[in-house]
């Protein structure tokens, strides 16, 4: 199998390292970027910083309009509201073995977009990394954490273009997990982001307070248990103590930290409110658990279960 061809269509803190990285370790990789961002990384490259250091990494970035070329792997890495926006795009750099690993925050992304897209392989995926734009063309990671997280839904490990996107990841130095429990495994990151979206929303703090002892910090274990409770009547527990788990990742994290929700519910834009709240109360509907504590959040925000 020769050098696969990669495109990375989100040019934000997720799809930006990605390809920043894939880019730094000579992988034929491009990025779909838009606006004052792309001009930026045509002109300067794109730079990413990290604690007092720089890395200054030349790209190839286009606009969605300007790519035309047919590739082997995608990673979709746009907000949760703008998936729908870029099937366009997905289908023009598709042919029968493209394989798109969506990297979101909302859970069931990959099944979305595969009944959307039939013909189109569709994986599922997720991502720990803790980056956002500083300015543009400029990101800032403010963490060490960079894991990809990727896999078919029925489980199967049996596809050699996926072990070789392991190890361009790994020679990017990035983090991979080719999974076969690709449900549990995002469902996992989303009992991460999803509190931590939610608690900080709710309350209008950062990561800091909830890693304070108090009913903020009780608040945000609360919401992780009942996604604990939900992947088991889902059939797929976690492997482990999710809750210890998240609360060490959170814990890591710089205090200033927001989930990416929460800024854009700052700005006034749109936001993955319905995917990262609304979605967890019709989910515990729908498997009978109940979710007090997210339907508190969620009705802060005008939802109600109908």
């Known amino acids: ?40 990384i045509r002109e300067n ?12 990494i030349a790209l190839k970035a286009m606009s969605e ?16 509201y703008s998936v729908e926006e870029v099937y366009p795009l997905i289908q023009k750099a598709s ?3 493209t394989i798109v690993i969506p990297i979101l925050n909302i859970y069931g992304t990959g099944e979305k977009i595969s009944r959307d897209l039939p013909g189109i392989q569709v994986l599922n995926g997720c991502i720990y990394i803790s980056a956002a734009i500083e300015e543009p063309g400029v990101i800032r990671m403010s963490s060490d954490i960079f894991r990809i997280v ?29 999974t076969d429990q ?34 903020i910090r009780d608040k945000y274990i609360a919401c992780i248990k009942e996604i604990d409770s939900l992947a088991n009547a889902m059939g797929i527990p976690f492997p482990v103590d999710v809750v210890e788990t998240n609360v060490k990742i959170l814990d890591g994290l710089p205090g200033d930290c927001t989930a990416s929700m929460q800024k854009d519910l700052k700005k006034g834009g749109r936001t993955e409110m319905d995917g990262l709240i609304f979605e967890m109360v ?18 802060k925000f005008g939802y109600r279960y109908i």
């Open 1 to 40: 199998m020769g050098e696969l061809k990669y495109l990375v269509i989100g040019a934000g803190g997720t799809g930006g390292s990605i390809a920043g990285f894939l880019a730094a370790a000579k992988k034929e990789v491009t990025l779909i970027a838009r606006n004052k961002n792309l001009c930026a």
């Open 45 to 56: 490259g794109l730079r990413i910083r990290k604690n007092e250091e720089e890395r200054k």
């Open 65 to 80: 309009e300007e790519y035309t070329e047919k590739v082997d792997i995608i990673f979709l890495c746009v907000k949760g």
């Open 95 to 97: 042919d029968s073995h």
């Open 150 to 178: 990727y896999g078919r839904v029925d489980g199967r490990k049996d596809e050699p273009i996926l072990y070789q996107v392991e190890q361009d990841l790994k020679d990017a130095g990035i983090t991979p997990l080719y």
């Open 182 to 215: 690709i449900r549990r495994d995002t469902l996992q990151k989303y009992a991460m982001v999803s509190p931590m979206a939610a608690v900080g929303a709710y309350y209008d703090v950062s990561c800091g307070k909830m890693q304070e002892s108090g009913e």
């Open 282 to 299: 019709r989910m515990g509907h729908k498997y009978g658990v109940p979710v007090p504590n997210y339907e508190e959040i969620a009705a």
